[in-house]
């Protein structure tokens, strides 16, 4: 003889999982938990393990290629001991979430959203600003290209792009104009310039051919 379903049963059948495997797997999922953050405490507790913070550390940052030393809690972004420890103010913080573009810097010569790298992770490597490429009153052939194309309005992506355009072109010399187009794919214009952004960026692409830059 058939008995009726509970309630919880009928809902099993229904939906493919019951409140008490719901409880229980959240039961699992908390002890895993507890036991990966133990497992952390353990690894930092470990003979010879560093550990930094939470209070300010020593920094090292070398930007364009000048060494600086500051003193930085570990959480610190890189964007922010740019603009408001070094006074590198080119690196716009708009969106903070790595998603416009606007904080672009160089990285080893890769290009990077300073706002989703700490500044302690940044050390021992080459950091580069846009402030690098108008040093000494010349302007880099991608600063230059980006004013005859109008490429820019209120401003505030414009240092980003400027710099990811100089990542993409020092490792793609010689682009098309739909390779260009997506390079740039990561930083975003709130103000529409992408057409005079993507002819800067090829007129740059024949200006640099052949000639060093830095």
Not at 4 to 23: D, H, L, Q, V, W
Not at 35 to 49: C, D, H, R, T, Y
Not at 113 to 140: D, K, M, P, W
Not at 143 to 169: E, S, Y
């Amino acid at each position: 003889m058939s008995r009726t379903k509970e309630p919880e049963e009928r809902a099993t059948s229904r939906a493919g999982f019951s409140r008490r495997g719901f409880i229980r797997g959240v039961g699992l999922g908390s002890g895993a938990l507890s036991a990966g953050v133990l497992e952390g405490e353990a690894a930092a507790q470990a003979p010879g393990a560093k550990v930094v913070g939470p209070g300010a550390a020593p920094v090292t940052l070398k930007v364009n290629g000048k060494v600086h030393q500051l003193s930085l809690e570990p959480r610190v972004t890189l964007l922010d001991a740019l603009r408001d420890r070094l006074g590198y103010t080119g690196a716009k913080k708009v969106c903070d979430r790595g998603v416009c573009g606007a904080c672009t810097v160089m990285l080893d010569g890769k290009a990077v959203y300073a706002c989703n790298v700490l500044a302690i992770e940044a050390q021992g490597r080459e950091i580069q600003t846009i402030e690098s490429l108008s040093e000494g009153g010349t302007f880099h052939p991608v600063i230059k290209a980006f004013v005859d194309h109008d490429a820019q309005q209120c401003g505030f992506c414009t240092p980003g792009f400027v710099m990811a355009a100089k990542a993409f072109l020092e490792q793609n010399p010689n682009p098309s104009y739909e390779q260009v187009k997506a390079g740039l794919g990561g930083n975003l214009c709130r103000c529409g310039t992408y057409m005079g952004v993507r002819k800067a960026v090829l007129q740059a692409a024949k200006e640099m051919k052949g000639a060093p830059h830095a």
